[in-house]
């Protein structure tokens, strides 16, 4: 099973593409994983990534490209992979599909978790996270005690910046203008399967799993 996994932040790909590494027994490939990783095994492209991240810049394409072709060299992803967080742009999607061709392999679906993006705001910046064990609440859907402190420590509740609204919309509109072309793009490979990613959780795995097994 070779997939790509899209979605805007906050859909919840990083859940459910953990419930398809347990049931495929696939790996989950995330581009940030893999720069880190090719940086701690100083491959090439590794060197090249460390080079441009040590000077601030931005890692271009062609080493992004080069650190999945690695990747998907290795021998866990010989029964299938799940990228998440590549491609995020049409130039991108054209470089994996001949990084592809060159490996022998094909994408079997594109899985893109459709969202609401006020129903996703009021989903995220609801969320509140202990300062000082970690523990994680949501202001309506699993709030703190009445005292709105932490009930396994009784620390402090912290909003983080990326949960407060203005910095949500922004990253809702980088994707948008960047990532979301690529519906289009694989709509018209036939590959793209929209699934609703406001659903409850369980039933979002069991929408997908059905697509996947039905080709």
Request: aromatic share 4%; glycine share 12%; net charge negative.
């Amino acid at each position: 099973m070779k997939l790509v996994l899209l979605g805007p932040p906050g859909a919840g790909k990083g859940t459910q593409a953990a419930m398809l590494v347990e049931k495929f027994g696939i790996p989950q490939i995330s581009t940030g994983d893999m720069l880190r990783a090719a940086v701690k095994a100083q491959t090439p492209m590794g060197l090249k990534a460390k080079e441009c991240m040590d000077s601030g810049a931005l890692v271009s394409d062609e080493i992004v490209v080069g650190i999945v072709r690695d990747r998907l060299q290795e021998d866990d992803c010989k029964g299938g992979f799940i990228l998440d967080g590549f491609p995020r742009t049409v130039p991108q999607a054209d470089a994996l599909k001949e990084v592809l061709i060159e490996l022998g392999k094909d994408l079997d679906s594109v899985i893109s978790l459709e969202v609401n993006t006020d129903a996703l705001v009021e989903r995220l910046t609801g969320r509140r996270t202990c300062g000082a064990c970690g523990k994680g609440y949501h202001l309506k859907f699993d709030p703190p005690g009445a005292d709105g402190k932490c009930s396994a420590c009784g620390g402090d509740l912290v909003h983080r910046d990326d949960d407060k609204e203005e910095t949500i919309r922004n990253r809702m509109d980088v994707y948008r203008q960047q990532t979301a072309p690529l519906e289009d793009y694989y709509r018209k490979e036939g590959l793209l399967k929209a699934i609703d990613g406001m659903q409850e959780i369980s039933a979002v795995q069991e929408q997908i799993v059905t697509v996947l097994q039905a080709g």
